[in-house]
């Protein structure tokens, strides 16, 4: 993950946040689409740019806790163990909003998403970002991934200009993301805590910190929209295989163009197919699924076919992000 963007790069980018435009930025988990939250017009920009419902929140990304009053309105005590163990890192927590905080960046919710991002590049650009300018305080920067609504989130700046070219007025590169899916979502805006969304930070990870089990959002958890059914996908057709019935599937599938992402190797005498190896362990399996299953979108196959890889505590993440992939 060499961090590539220069400090005057960075300064730029900071500068360009600060007068409203929109910045292509790494954190460690994928590139974010940056604006000031603070600033409704230049959200607005964000959602035309992905094509985003209005009523999806956004998840605001601050450089240090000193910053987390002027967003949340309550931090309860769950939140500081959550934040002393994992950030900057890996995870949003959802807490109850502060006065002030733009409808356009919770989604009209009296919740408010928070990350403080981990990626050295993505932290400068923030501390460069906050502060008093023309009268306005700056102090966070609203950024979901930076994709197309639905798509595969980026995790490289190449995939972000690709993905929306000129309607980012910057593109800070980072390198390839180290993590590579989104955060895990926790919500603590309630007496429970819930996880809206799984990532690398494990429920086994939260529930030890927290000393108590994290659990699945019910019907009074706040809305994670973006956490729909459909989503992270490719466009080619794409099918979770069991390991076990990989091979039948292959066959029974003869004659059509296929890509296949599996951790087995490539059995010998494939002709026609494009086997594209995973990792086995699963920091590597999700630093890399990402950018392979673009690779594998481009190459124009009838299907891709992917190895489910196995339902065990540490992979839930990866197994969500595959399960709202797939068009099963
Ligand atoms: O790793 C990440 O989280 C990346 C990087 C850029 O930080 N961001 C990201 O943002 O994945 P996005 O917008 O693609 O996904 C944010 C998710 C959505 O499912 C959204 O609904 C949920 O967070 N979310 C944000 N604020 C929320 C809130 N107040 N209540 C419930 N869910 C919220
Ligand atoms: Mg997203």
């Known amino acids: 993950m060499p961090a590539t963007a220069t400090k005057a790069e960075i300064e730029r980018a900071a ?37 985003r419902p209005q009523d999806h929140p956004l998840i605001v990304h601050v450089a240090g806790m000193e910053l987390l009053p002027l967003w949340a309105g309550e931090i309860p005590p769950a939140a500081h163990k959550l934040a002393a163990a994992f950030w900057p890192g890996p995870l949003t927590l959802i807490l109850k909003r502060a006065d ?24 400068e650009m923030l501390k460069a970002f906050a502060g008093e300018a023309r009268g306005r305080r700056h102090s966070g920067v609203a950024a979901p991934s930076a994709n197309k609504f639905g798509r595969i989130s980026p995790t490289t700046a190449e995939h972000v200009r690709a993905e929306l070219g000129a309607a980012v007025d910057a593109v800070l590169d980072g390198g390839d993301c180290d993590v590579g899916i989104e955060s895990t979502i926790v919500d603590l805006s309630r007496a ?18 927290l000393g108590a089990e994290v659990g699945p959002p019910d019907a009074a958890a706040p809305r994670a929209p973006g956490a729909l059914e459909s989503h992270y996908a490719p466009r080619t057709p794409l099918h979770l295989v069991p390991a076990a019935e990989l091979t039948a599937r292959l066959a029974a599938l003869r004659g059509r163009k296929l890509a296949v992402l599996a951790r087995a190797e ?15 362990a699963v920091a590597g399996y999700a630093h890399e699924l990402y950018a392979s299953l673009r690779r594998l979108d481009d190459l124009d196959c009838d299907v891709i076919l ?19 992939a797939s068009s099963d």
């Open 266 to 280: 490539a059995p010998s005498g494939l002709k026609d197919i494009y086997w594209q190896a995973a990792p086995r």
């Open 192 to 209: 429970r805590a819930v996880l809206l969304r799984p990532g690398q930070i494990t429920p086994a990870q939260i529930a030890a910190v």
């Open 15 to 51: 500068a360009i946040l600060r007068a409203g435009g929109l910045v292509g930025f790494p954190t460690e988990t994928v590139y974010g689409l940056g604006a000031d939250a603070s600033n409704p017009a230049a959200v607005a920009r964000i959602f035309a740019a992905k094509g």
């Open 100 to 123: 002030g905080v733009p409808d356009c960046v919770t989604g009209g919710q009296d919740t408010v998403g928070l990350r403080i991002p981990g990626h050295p590049v993505a932290l």
């Open 306 to 324: 992917v190895e489910a890889p196995p339902a065990v505590p540490g992979w839930e993440g990866v197994n969500d992000r595959l399960r709202r």
